[in-house]
């Protein structure tokens, strides 16, 4: 908890610098907020560690949040990017993360903020700005503990440039057994209009799809929504080759990977997006597509002092 005596202020402006990016707390403290030179800006909810708002130079908000998401930290966040740890959907077979609610607990746990950092550059168009949160077996919730009895800790990082948004997460296992986890970065994109949307990048990539009875298929071509589509894919190219969103055939969004394997591509459509309370306007689901980057097929192994590190980068 970053409480008032080690309240980071905005980053002091040196007479001579370039203008520097401005790192504030708000709404008591439960949100930081990062704002570039040229005005680029993200917005995270400590609440989850959750991005809630990545907006560009020109105040465009390039994620979808729903007008009925919870940010008072009463539930996970319908919107933004939720990180998911360390179950991705429900594993009742899995004996270590069974009892566990659906997506695990870092999308609804309470994050310290643990620091920024900014380029040294004194070029604007260089400068960034990198915001790190952690979660940990000391800081964890006693119940939660109790479900999930490892000794843990994960360092999530934000880093916003002018040219995209990067984040990360580092997992280290701090005990003495091994840790079995799976996570991803639930991304929600706003798009103008779904219907003119395609996902490339996924060509030939083998997908379960959850709405066809968990079918194991094979993407041809790419990939166009006109209903729900809730698919689990192994990219056939590597987490470097993009999978790249374009809407009327403009590239709105290119996203890289770095040791997460899947991507999740998903839109609720209309009778999902009716049945989530917390998912408004009803009809938003024309207006946003979840890319998906984790590694969430099969579990990842951390041995007593190994760490696991993963990240995307969003680029528009
Ligand atoms: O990532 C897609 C998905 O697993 C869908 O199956 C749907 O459940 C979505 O996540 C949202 O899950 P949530 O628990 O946030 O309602």
């Known amino acids: 908890m970053v409480d008032r005596r080690n309240r980071p202020t905005a980053l002091a402006t040196t007479p001579g610098l370039p203008p520097q990016p401005q790192v504030n707390f708000s709404h ?6 990062a704002v570039l030179p ?9 609440y989850g560690a959750t991005v809630i708002s990545w907006k560009n130079r020109f105040g465009i908000e390039k994620l979808w949040l729903s007008d009925a998401a919870k940010l008072d930290g009463s539930k996970a966040v319908r919107g933004g990017i939720p990180l998911v740890f360390p179950v991705f959907g429900t594993a009742p077979d899995h004996a270590a993360t069974s009892k566990l609610p659906q997506h695990g607990f870092a999308r609804n746990s309470r994050w310290e903020f643990l620091g920024k950092s900014s380029s040294e ?7 960034s700005v990198k915001l790190d949160f952690g979660l940990s077996s000391a800081t964890l919730d006693d119940q939660v503990k109790s479900l999930w009895p490892y000794t843990f800790s994960i360092i999530y990082s934000v880093t916003l440039t002018p040219e995209n948004l990067s984040t990360s997460i580092v997992v280290t296992n701090d005990g003495n057994q091994p840790i079995e986890f799976q996570t991803l970065m639930h991304t929600y994109l706003r798009v103008e209009d779904i219907s003119k949307i395609q996902v490339t990048g996924l ?15 094979k993407q041809s071509g790419a990939v166009t929504i006109a209903g729900e589509v809730d698919r689990v894919y192994s990219p056939a190219k590597g987490p470097s080759s993009p999978v790249v969103v374009t809407e009327d055939g403009e590239t709105v969004f290119s996203i890289v990977r770095d040791n997460l394997k899947d991507v999740v591509v998903w839109n609720p459509w209309t009778d999902k997006a009716a049945g989530m309370g917390d998912f408004e306007p009803k009809d938003g689901f024309k207006n946003m597509i ?8 099969g579990w ?8 696991f590190e993963g990240a995307q980068t969003i680029s528009d």
């Open 28 to 33: 008591e403290n439960s949100r930081v907020t």
């Open 38 to 46: 040229a005005g680029e800006s993200v917005e995270v909810l400590l």
């Open 121 to 127: 550059s004194a070029s604007p168009s260089d400068i």
């Open 203 to 217: 060509e030939e990539s083998d997908y379960v799809d959850k709405v066809d009875a968990a079918k194991e298929k």
């Open 290 to 297: 979840c890319i998906e980057a984790g590694s969430v097929k």
């Open 300 to 307: 990842i192994t951390l041995d007593p002092s190994d760490a």
